[in-house]
């Protein structure tokens, strides 16, 4: 644990955990932006979610992902209903900024 939680803290954090969790547990994905999405909230690597879904014969425009093409699927806009959407990308952007900020 990286800091001192109180109970109350705690149970608020296991609330969301359990809550993410379920989001994901439920998704299910019907065009390839969703099919991205799920993935990375599977995976959490860009180039994962680019072989698995390659490997399962899942592409975009008859063309193989690439781990840059994933990037542009997960920055788009989500759709108001997408729930999973609007989390990973905003999980991805909190993950990245210490890159985004040096350049």
Request: net charge positive; hydrophobic share 30%.
């Amino acid at each position: 644990m990286r800091t001192f939680r109180t109970l109350a803290q705690a149970e608020k954090d296991r609330d969301k955990l359990q809550d993410y969790i379920n989001l994901i547990e439920h998704y299910q994905p019907k065009t390839l932006t969703q099919y991205v999405v799920f993935e990375y909230a599977l995976q959490g690597n860009l180039q994962k979610v680019a072989d698995n879904l390659n490997r399962r014969g899942i592409h975009a425009d008859a063309e193989p992902l690439t781990p840059d093409l994933v990037k542009e699927f997960l920055m788009t806009t989500p759709q108001k209903e997408d729930e999973l959407h609007k989390q990973v990308r905003s999980l991805y952007l909190k993950r990245t900024r210490p890159a985004r900020r040096k350049s």
